[in-house]
């Protein structure tokens, strides 16, 4: 079973808006850590928004246009992008982080591209 299973991708005009999920198959309360990451061609992973422990973090070009929610009756967080620039193009990587016993992982969704036209 896939740990993480992103969807929502897609193509879309600046300015415009997209919604991104990732559901976790793991027992929810093991997971510590939900981050939203890309990876634009030719640049490094970047954080997008990250969830530890209550708090939230966001990437600094992304305040005030990216939302990080989460649902953890489905298991699921989502990333609503808002005011999308053609920059923001990128593949999505979802990530989630945690313990179960003394088995820690790090799980990494497929990853799911998201192209903003100008």
């Known amino acids: 079973q896939v740990p993480l299973v992103e969807s929502g991708g897609g193509l879309v005009q600046a300015g415009g808006s997209l919604r991104l999920s990732c559901a976790s198959s793991r027992d929810i309360v093991s997971i510590v850590a939900w981050g939203w990451y890309r990876q634009a061609p030719g640049k490094e992973r970047e954080l997008v928004a990250m969830?530890?422990?209550?708090?939230?973090k966001y990437g600094d070009t992304m305040k005030g246009r990216f939302t990080f929610s989460t649902d953890y009756g489905k298991n699921t967080v989502y990333l609503q992008m808002d005011s999308l620039k053609p920059e923001d193009t990128a593949v999505y990587y979802c990530?989630?982080?945690?313990?179960?016993?003394?088995?820690?992982?790090?799980?990494w969704g497929q990853g799911t591209q998201v192209t903003v036209s100008s």
């Open positions: 990530n989630a982080r945690g313990n179960i016993g003394t088995e820690v992982y790090d799980d």
């Open positions: 969830l530890t422990r209550g708090h939230l």
